[in-house]
DNA sequence: CTAGGAGCTGGAGCGCGGTCCAGATCAAGT
DNA sequence: ACTTGATCTGGACCGCGCTCCAGCTCCTAG
């Protein structure tokens, strides 16, 4: 698709901010870490090109910080990815387990949403109940918690 | 032991970490920053003494706090419950937008779970295919199959 | 009575994940 | 040439949410 070594298929820093949703610090910041898989090119006078596979990588990185990867996690994975083939199982490891706290997260914040969506419940209740009253009786303990 | 001989009706520090999950460092924290609705009881000792009202608020803390509410919110939140009766409809708008800001948490965690999810079998399979074989190389990043 | 663990306070420190600043350089438009 | 804006570097700094420390007190078990 891309010849390799053409320099109008790069982008610059900023560029690259707006379609990854990183700010350019964080991109300077996360190469200093060594997130990247390989060096970012530079042209003559010393500014970042990306290439798409830099986006795609950043994407990738996104997505795992999203979800709560620690960037030492992933470092670890760009350092596995740079070390190139031999690895992968190492990789599917990583990876599955990541996928895994994910979806223990999910499940976690599922239950937060009953939770609260019960209290909502609660609120619109006494809410409406209020309005329809006119105005909240304080001495109406109402038997519930006022929580 | 582990457990003094007192009444049943308050719990000590110590036990309610074991409850909520937060630790006695965070328990303390949480009461000087005003995250609690009203103030702990004391022993003539000078110790604390939850009472199950204490508790269930505090269940409520960790149910918010995990699903991502800052603690300036829950803090606001904690306000207006020690205003108490009257604010009602602020307490719901309140609670309403966090469990819509944890819906959204739910389908971004979705969304990377999928992406993650596809990298887990496009390794699954090429460690199940793959061992014998020269997988993929990073340096011949430009053309090739992303990470 | 004594010992040892739980709890107290105020304040310092920490890990994370960036964010921002100063001061210089590069690159593009007019 | 000049201006304007993007980008560069190294390092300082920040907000959040606790966590830990020192030094002391309380309280219960043996």
Redesign the interface.
């Known amino acids: 698709?891309?010849?390799?070594?053409t320099p109008a298929e790069s982008l610059g820093i900023g560029q690259v901010a707006d379609r990854t949703g990183l700010s350019v610090h964080a991109l300077r910041f996360y190469e200093r870490e060594g997130l990247l898989?390989?060096p970012v090119r530079r042209t003559s006078g010393g500014r970042r090109r990306y290439?798409a596979?830099d986006v795609?990588?950043l994407g990738?990185c996104v997505?795992?910080r999203?979800?709560g990867m620690p960037l030492a996690e992933l470092k670890r994975f760009a350092g596995l990815?740079?070390e190139?083939?031999g690895n992968?199982?190492e990789?599917?490891r990583l990876?599955?387990a990541?996928?895994r706290r994910?979806?223990e997260?999910?499940r976690?914040?599922?239950?937060?949403?009953s939770?609260?969506?019960r209290?909502?419940g609660i609120?619109?209740e006494?809410?409406a109940r209020?309005e329809a009253v006119g105005l909240?009786?304080?001495t109406a303990a109402a038997g519930g918690?006022?929580?």
């Open positions: 698709m891309t010849t390799p070594g898989v390989g290439t596979a795609d990588w990738i997505r795992l999203e979800s990815v740079r190139g083939p992968e199982p990789r599917l990876l599955d990541h996928q994910v979806e997260q999910i976690a914040l599922e239950e937060c949403r939770v609260i969506a209290k909502v609120y619109a006494h809410v209020g909240w009786d304080p918690r006022p929580v």
